[in-house]
């Protein structure tokens, strides 16, 4: 009999089979051990993923290897910088689920808002969570900017795709718990640029492994 750490599933677009080995040896670098369960769960997501890709435009990279290196790796990154792992977080412009959804696998109790107003992606989100089997997770579709002001006290804000991060970070403060902190990934310029934008105490940037510029900004509002 083969266990469930021993399946694998076959990439219907590729032709690439992807075993829990390979999941393991290409998130190594970002220092996320992955439980039996856990993967399985990634692989799941991987398949839904490159299933609704083929109508939805959720992903732009075809490669396997650097697909879970770039979204579910990098992601996985940023569990380390959480301290309460029953926290409430929310990720702005979720698109397929990256970083919030994915933190959710590495995080079980996590408590996940995913902000996303694209009604598809929105759509494709729920049908993770659901296939997945993950409370404490939920999709909210809209424009982060029109989010009704009584949903704040989040512990966590983090953003992957929101370009236009003076926006975000004024729409972030308010909503924030007293301990509450942004986290976003973003390009080492980007970060440079931010570090001098008043109002708020960043920390030291962390780049992202197997990344040449991209780099893990937290900080938080000045009080």
């Not at 040896?25 to 992955?34: E, K, T």
């Not at 390009?187 to 640029?193: H, N, V």
């Amino acid at each position: 009999m083969t266990s469930s750490h021993d399946r694998s599933r076959v990439d219907s677009t590729t032709n690439v089979v992807l075993s829990n080995e390979s999941i393991e040896s290409w998130i190594a670098p970002f220092r996320a051990p992955l439980t039996a369960v856990q993967l399985d769960q990634v692989q799941k997501y991987i398949s839904l993923l490159l299933l609704w890709n083929q109508k939805v435009s959720l992903t732009s990279i075809e490669n396997p290897q650097e697909l879970v290196s770039r979204h579910f790796g990098e992601s996985f990154f940023g569990a380390k910088f959480i301290e309460n792992s029953a926290c409430r977080l929310a990720d702005v412009g979720s698109g397929a689920g990256f970083p919030g959804l994915a933190l959710k696998i590495v995080l079980p109790e996590l408590q996940v808002s995913l902000i996303e107003q694209d009604t598809r992606k929105a759509t494709f989100l729920n049908e993770v969570i659901r296939a997945l089997n993950l409370p404490g997770a939920r999709v909210l579709r809209s424009a982060y900017e029109a989010i009704a002001p009584e949903i704040n006290n989040f512990d966590v804000i983090v953003s992957r795709a929101v370009g236009d991060h003076k926006s975000l970070l004024k729409w972030a403060a308010p909503r924030m718990s007293e301990s509450g902190q942004v986290a976003l990934w973003i390009g080492a310029e980007d970060a440079s640029r931010l570090s001098d934008l008043p109002g708020w105490k960043w920390f030291l940037p962390q780049a992202l492994p197997e990344s040449r510029n991209r780099v893990l900004l937290s900080g938080v509002p000045v009080k």
